[in-house]
């Protein structure tokens, strides 16, 4: 089956910036793609997903207007661009792949992951 393996997290200050990188072992052009993040002790949190043809997308609003998914189809790629950085974005960050195309709940049903990529944000 296609794995996951995501890229790109490290150490910024607040305020910068930081480019997350999935990539997929197979062809993922027929999957919703999804990143969420998880800090210890809490839950995983939704953070952006992107329809199959990366037409749709969807972001949380704590990540409005600072994260941005994409995705390359061609290089079975998935990104997260992430601006102005805040601590509370400090989590590990996982790729999320779901073998539909219904985009009606973009925000579940994911059953495929990666094995996460840790990013910290100084204050």
């Known amino acids: 089956q296609v794995q996951l393996v995501e890229s790109g997290g490290g150490l910024v200050q607040a305020g910068g910036s930081l480019r997350l990188s999935c990539a997929a072992s197979?062809?993922?052009?027929?999957?919703?793609m999804g990143w969420f993040r998880q800090t210890p002790g809490k839950e995983r949190e939704f953070v952006a997903a992107?329809?199959?043809?990366?037409?749709?997308?969807d972001h949380a609003d704590s990540v409005k207007g600072r994260f941005t998914i994409s995705r390359d189809n061609a290089k079975n790629m998935v990104y997260l661009q992430m601006n102005s950085l805040k601590p509370e974005d400090t989590a590990v960050y996982y790729c999320?792949?779901?073998?539909?195309?219904?985009?009606?709940?973009?925000?579940?049903?994911?059953?495929?992951w990666g094995p996460g990529t840790q990013v910290t944000v100084s204050s």
């Open positions: 999320a792949a779901r073998s539909t195309a219904d985009w009606t709940t973009p925000r579940y049903g994911y059953d495929l």
């Open positions: 197979g062809r993922i052009s027929r999957y919703a």
């Open positions: 992107i329809n199959w043809s990366g037409g749709n997308t």
